[in-house]
């Protein structure tokens, strides 16, 4: 049996540009592209529905929130993928999402001095409770490093993977990646390019 493939990490740190990585390889995310965020990933998941994702990678944020159903005998398998970034950059993407599409308002310097802090502990937290879940990281990649060498994460990523899956399209994988600054972009215009292109090819 194929195993799921669970590409893990905080918010704003590049599981979604991995698992569009992982689609374009071969391997078919879980949900709709580009964001790969199912209904079924929100909030408590039900171990029926994450089995029934053999052969297919999950994005799961922030783990921490106790959603992962731990592995039992009975599961199938999992292999887990961690996405690292730059705190300070991750901390400035998450508030560009929360103040753009969640309505906060724009944190001041204080809240973000505290918002950076707060990442080491959260992502602490969020590694332990997948190893508590029975599914411990197999292999870790930086936001950084998707961006500065796709390419050698494609080949990573494949070679990683090919025991379950066989050959993955690296060529593909790597041309997912948009070259551009790993900072921070001041807007949302990268992510809505993204999602109109991908209504394109669905269309």
């Not at 704003?12 to 079924?40: F, Q, S």
């Not at 909030?43 to 921490?64: E, F, M, S, T, Y």
């Not at 959603?67 to 300070?88: E, F, G, I, N």
């Amino acid at each position: 049996m194929k195993p799921v493939v669970i590409v893990a990490g905080l918010g704003r740190c590049g599981t979604t540009l991995t698992m569009n990585m992982l689609a374009a390889g071969g391997i078919p995310g879980a949900g709709r592209a580009p964001a790969y965020e199912p209904d079924e990933i929100k909030g408590d998941i039900d171990p029926a529905w994450l089995d029934a994702q053999a052969g297919r990678c999950v994005k799961l944020l922030d783990a921490h929130g106790g959603q992962l159903p731990p592995m039992t005998a009975a599961s199938t398998p999992r292999r887990v993928l961690w996405l690292d970034r730059d705190p300070v950059e991750q901390a400035k993407s998450q508030a560009k999402m929360a103040v753009t599409l969640g309505g906060f308002a724009k944190p001041n310097r204080a809240h973000m001095r505290r918002w950076i802090a707060g990442l080491p502990q959260d992502r602490r937290r969020a590694r332990l409770a997948l190893v508590a879940a029975g599914c411990p990281i197999e292999r870790e990649f930086k936001f950084e490093q998707l961006l500065k060498d796709p390419e050698t994460v494609a080949r990573k990523l494949a070679d990683w993977l090919r025991p379950d899956f066989g050959d993955l399209d690296e060529e593909a994988m790597a041309r997912v990646v948009i070259p551009r600054s790993p900072r921070c972009a001041p807007d949302l215009s990268l992510e809505v390019r993204l999602i109109e292109e991908a209504e394109r090819a669905a269309a």
